[in-house]
């Protein structure tokens, strides 16, 4: 069976990305390269579940697969005959991340002036997913993430306002595909340079003084993120290094899909830091191994 081994990132903002790896009706999901969250997918559990996926378990190097109590679902012997070919998968690619990404789809805010990207709302690998209809054209996170953000120059509410307003009472957002050297077409043919998308996936560069500086902080407090993005120079990839290494909780759980590190006895002591804090027995708040779970 082929094994197809890609990533997609998690909107919005950007927290990071989706590794996953597929084998026939199965997959794995991994937010953290260690823990890998195992779905089935099949005509039939949609029609005796009403769910796209069921999620059967997890699965990490050091215990192996972990089967979860799933109830109310059909039987899935049928199924489970994917799940060592997908072990034997895991076992081989795991430590191979991060994947190329696939979602080359991306949904953009427009600044109203230059009506050039200020801010992505969202990226698809499927070019049917791009009803710009199916999205409300407003830069907002999650409250749980605007909550953890703070700067000397205002809250997440006062981030989300000063994009929004660039934006226009309009609010006009827009899909582009990316090509591999960041060039974008959209669905008009009308072809965008790389550079006019910001490549931190928020605009900074026109705002002044303490609004830039509100959303360079931004930048610093996501920055163990997004060292997961590819394409950074290396003045934005030391830059976000050295605010990253001051966040080690958050690194240890995402540096495994880092491309590449330049500082590394940086990373290192920040791994040794998150040893010494302890990490917490559930840092993102989604795994839980007992319980049926749709992945949307």
């Known amino acids: 069976m082929p094994v197809h081994c890609y990533s997609r990132r998690l909107m919005t903002p950007f927290q990071g990305t989706f590794q996953t790896i597929a084998v026939n009706n199965a997959e794995a999901e991994s937010t953290d390269g260690n823990e890998w969250v195992i779905y089935l997918t099949h005509e039939s559990i949609v029609s005796h579940t009403g769910l796209a996926e069921v999620r059967y378990g997890t699965w990490t190097q050091a215990t192996g697969l972990m089967q979860a109590k799933i109830h109310g679902v059909a039987d899935l012997s049928t199924h489970e005959q994917c799940l060592p070919e997908l072990i034997k998968a895991l076992e081989t690619h795991a430590s191979q991340t991060p994947f190329p990404l696939i979602d080359h789809y991306e949904f953009w805010l427009l600044d109203e002036a230059t009506q050039h990207p200020l801010a992505l709302l969202d990226t698809t690998n499927i070019e049917a997913d791009t009803n710009p209809q199916h999205f409300a054209g ?49 669905a008009d043919n009308h072809e965008l340079a790389a550079d006019k998308f910001p490549s931190l996936l928020v605009q900074k560069d026109y705002f002044e003084n303490n609004n830039q500086r509100l959303i360079q902080d931004y930048f610093y407090w996501d920055a163990p993120a997004l060292l997961q993005l590819h394409h950074l120079t290396t003045r934005q990839r030391q830059e976000l290094e050295s605010y990253a290494w001051q966040q080690p909780l958050k690194v240890e759980h995402l540096h495994h899909f880092y491309p590449e590190s330049l500082d590394k006895n940086g990373l290192e002591v920040a ?14 708040g989604w795994h839980e191994p007992f319980l049926p779970y749709v992945n949307e």
């Open 138 to 186: 407003e830069w907002r996170p999650s409250q749980s993430v605007a909550n953890s953000f703070q700067s000397e120059y205002g809250d997440f509410e006062d981030l989300m306002a000063l994009v929004n307003k660039a934006a226009g009472k309009a609010h006009r957002a827009i899909w582009y595909k990316r090509d591999s050297a960041g060039n974008g077409i959209n």
């Open 271 to 284: 791994l040794v830091k998150a040893k010494l804090i302890g990490k917490s027995e559930n840092p993102d």
